[in-house]
Nanobody
Framework: QVQLVESGGGLVQAGGSLRLSCAAS????????MGWFRQPPGKEREFVTA????????YYADSVKGRFTISRDNAKNTVYLQMNNLKPEDTAVYYC????????????????WGQGTQVTVSS
């Protein structure tokens, strides 16, 4: 069992930045691929980015490429999402999740999920 807790969300103006954190419990954090998803209001949950357990590989949705950066610190059991040049369309609840491996983009391939943190970008 892995418990995930996201933090760092909030209200920011367009063009601003936020850094989300996702802290994981347990000793197996370093074995998992970690992903970030988001769910905009009234829409389905969508893939944002993922990072391999060794940080050797990452993958980004086209909509955030060049603006968002995922990283992880296995010693702290934490994965981060640095979000720059935020746009109103980035407004969503952001979730972190664990996957056994690879860099999957489907939510069905992620097992453990956090409760989410709200990000609101004003225009």
């Amino acid at each position: 069992q892995v418990q995930l807790v996201e933090s760092g969300g909030g209200l920011v103006q367009a063009g601003g930045s936020l850094r989300l954190s996702c802290a994981a419990s347990g000793r197996t954090f370093s074995l998992y691929t970690m992903g970030w998803f988001r769910q905009p209001p009234g829409k389905e949950r969508e893939f944002v980015t993922a990072i391999h357990r060794s940080s050797s590989n990452t993958y980004y949705a086209d909509s955030v490429k060049g603006r968002f950066t995922i990283s992880r610190d296995n010693a702290k059991n934490t994965v981060y999402l640095q979000m720059n040049n935020l746009k109103p369309e980035d407004t969503a609840v952001y979730y972190c999740a664990t996957s056994p491996g690879g860099l999957p983009i489907r939510s069905s391939e992620y097992r453990y999920w956090g409760q989410g943190t709200q990000v609101t970008v004003s225009s």
